[in-house]
């Protein structure tokens, strides 16, 4: 095996289904009664279902495929399409041994995602269904299964609350001061509209709207396109008044507007190069994708060695309102309905908000816990709790 690194395959939503290249040559297979499976499609349905897919799908198999690609020149395979199941297979084994956060194996999500972005783009290439998965599937399984003996739990990230967004914007040191301002926006605009990197990825400078009060002050309106799954909806406008968040984002602005690149039409989170240039925007049309904007964190946290959370990843920053409204004490309940419904149920609301209140030093609260409390037992009859021991 060869000693190339890869990517760090963890913490990727799983994208189901059988999707086309986003591509006006994509061909679609399909069987119904009375139609030619040879007749060509029109141009506007081609149209359309290049249209249909989903931006963040294309983004993430494209960058699926990549990873497949790098791993197959050091190994010195062809990566295809048409893919060689063996090739597959032995990916899929790599990534079991050696990928994840502490390369110690990947988790199963992050090897149905590399399986389904290879046959993706083999489908698109003409082979359906290709290759088998059979083999690749009975090494998943066999992933499951030492997960569970080994009693892995799928892992969460600790939230980015404002206290350490405050300890990892102090110490942002960067190439330049564009390179520190585009740092900074990533922290502030995850933490203030609770993003998931793909909508931060999805970020245009037409999605940042700055409004004048009448007392005098000055809010911000953020845009967010917001998704689970790739059901993408017609997005969620957030309230900033915040005034550092409003100035971090303003200059920011203003930097790529000296670029020439603050087009309303233009990503808003950009590469930057190892100089501290800007990155031209490449023909996807995306900045930065999901998984560079959770790189530019680890770096941000990297660059901070007394950092308190050192395995955060960018989905902390979703969960760090609620962190700190948990810490003063409101519900999961309350927290939902305070931020509008950031996510669909209470449950993954209460389970930030127990964090804050643990990391502010509050107890659980809440009438369930107020019970599980009452049932208190009497000491001992003689010399109190301990005297036997």
């Known amino acids: 095996m060869s000693?190339?690194?890869?990517?760090?395959l963890a913490d990727v939503e799983v994208i189901e289904g059988e999707l086309v290249e986003d591509d006006d040559q994509a061909l679609v297979q399909f069987a119904l009664p009375g139609v030619d499976?040879?007749?060509?499609?029109?141009?506007e349905a081609a149209e359309d279902l290049a249209d249909s897919r989903p931006e963040r799908t294309s983004t993430t198999y494209n960058e699926q495929w990549r990873y497949f690609k790098r791993w197959c020149a050091?190994?010195?395979r062809r990566p295809g399409p048409r893919t060689e199941e063996t090739t597959m297979v032995s990916y899929i084994s790599h990534l079991r041994r050696h990928g994840g956060r502490d390369r110690t194996g990947a988790p199963v999500s992050s090897l149905r995602l590399a399986m389904a972005a290879i046959r993706d783009r083999n489908a698109d290439a003409g082979f359906a269904k290709w290759p088998?998965?059979?083999?690749?599937?009975?090494?998943?399984?066999?992933q499951a299964a030492r997960f569970a003996a080994e009693k892995r739990a799928p892992r969460s990230s600790p939230p980015v609350d404002r206290a350490?967004?405050?300890?990892l914007q102090a110490g942002v040191t960067a190439s330049s001061e564009l390179a520190r301002y585009r740092d900074l926006v990533i922290l502030h605009l995850g933490y203030r509209t609770r993003a998931r990197r793909s909508e931060q990825a999805a970020y245009r400078i037409d999605s940042i709207a700055f409004v004048m009060l009448a007392d005098g002050g000055e809010e911000m309106i953020v845009g967010k396109r917001t998704s689970k799954n790739d059901h993408w909806s017609t997005g969620k406008e957030y309230t900033v008044r915040d005034r550092v968040a409003i100035a971090v984002v303003r200059r920011y602005l203003e930097l790529l507007a000296e670029y020439g690149q603050a087009d309303p039409e233009m990503p808003l989170l950009r590469?930057?190069?190892?100089?501290g240039g800007l990155m031209p925007v490449p023909k996807t049309g995306i900045g930065l994708t999901g998984h560079a904007v959770n790189r530019?964190?680890?770096?941000?946290?990297?660059?901070t060695p007394d950092f308190d959370a050192p395995t955060a990843t960018s989905h902390g920053l979703r969960a760090g309102v609620p962190a700190d409204l948990g810490a003063q004490g409101y519900s999961g309940a309350e927290i939902l309905a305070i931020t509008d419904g950031d996510w669909a149920s209470e449950k993954m609301a209460t389970h930030y908000a127990k964090s804050g209140a643990r990391r502010g030093g509050r107890g659980s609260e809440g009438q369930a816990q107020q019970a599980l409390d009452a049932l208190t037992i009497a000491a001992p009859p003689d010399d109190g709790v301990g005297a036997h021991q």
Do not use: D, S
Not at 3 to 8: A, D, F, Q, W
Not at 133 to 140: E, G, Q, S, Y
Not at 164 to 167: C, G, N, Q, Y
């Open 296 to 303: 530019a964190l680890k770096r941000m946290i990297a660059r």
């Open 271 to 275: 590469g930057i190069t190892p100089k």
């Open 74 to 76: 050091a190994e010195g």
């Open 164 to 167: 350490r967004v405050a300890e």
């Open 37 to 43: 499976a040879e007749e060509p499609l029109t141009a």
């Open 132 to 142: 088998p998965t059979r083999a690749a599937n009975a090494l998943i399984r066999k």
């Open 3 to 8: 000693g190339n690194r890869l990517p760090v």
